[in-house]
């Protein structure tokens, strides 16, 4: 006579298929995000070279080439977050209405299956003073001499627009999609126009959407990398905080130093997002989004 089956044991000891399914969930949580966390808090507060517990960030505040790089990547990260937003909203308005909005978005998402590297790689031969850019404005006579777009602000600023763009426009396009057709034929059936559907109807129902995308598109932006090193000045006004955290681990060897300016970065990224949600109260309020379904 066979015992009594997995599940039945599992019903008398109090577990069932859901706790099952759970616990693994909270041990890849814990082994991937809590740890690591926790294990960088403690090695910021214990310095290399001794002393007291916040020397390591005592040492980043009291030097400007340090926490300069704050402003440095903010600099970079909110023009772009913001932008790719302006773009994204009205790019997804038209999308919506489309046939082939399968294939439009596989387009538009490209730039994420190349990858930073890869793209960071082609806008220095794009831009570059021998790209093909430069080259055909210098054929065409527009200009006397190549402009340099590459090794400075606005080469790292193309970079992380073409990279960041497609994350928030497949967001944006989401939530606009997901608005009942419906909200917008009433409105229209009442006498509102084009523009004030957009602004009495659509934005309200869209902001709470529009600050989370913005806040993931803004994380995404402030921890720029590849493309502040290869497209643009890593000891000058592109020297972003995610360098100074790499040269302070790798080649200071100071990882304690590298990962209190790594909680630092998140620390400022965590303002942002707290100050974006938290705002985003005061567009819409109701007990519904007006979603489909």
Known sequence: MSGPSLRTRLAVRGLDGTTMLVLPGLIFMLALFVYPFFYGVVDSLTPKDGGAWYANYAKFFSDPFQYNTIGATMWLALPVTILNLALAVPIAFRVRLMRRQRLLTTILVLPITLGTVFVADGLLTFLGPRGWFNQTLLLIGILDAPVKLTNNYWGVFASLLITGFPFAFLLTLSYITGIDPAIEQAAATLGAGPRKRFFRVFLPLLVPGLAVTFCLAFV????????????????????????????????????????????????????????????????YRGPAGGTKG
Not at 257 to 269: D, R, T
């Open 220 to 283: 995404q932006a402030f921890a720029v990398f590849p493309s502040a090193v290869l497209l643009g000045a890593p000891a000058g006004p592109t020297r972003v905080i995610s360098i100074a955290a790499y040269q302070a681990a790798f080649e200071q060897y100071d990882h304690s130093l590298g990962s209190a300016i790594a909680l630092i970065m998140g620390a400022v990224e965590l303002v942002v997002v707290v100050a974006v949600l938290a705002c985003r109260s005061f567009f």
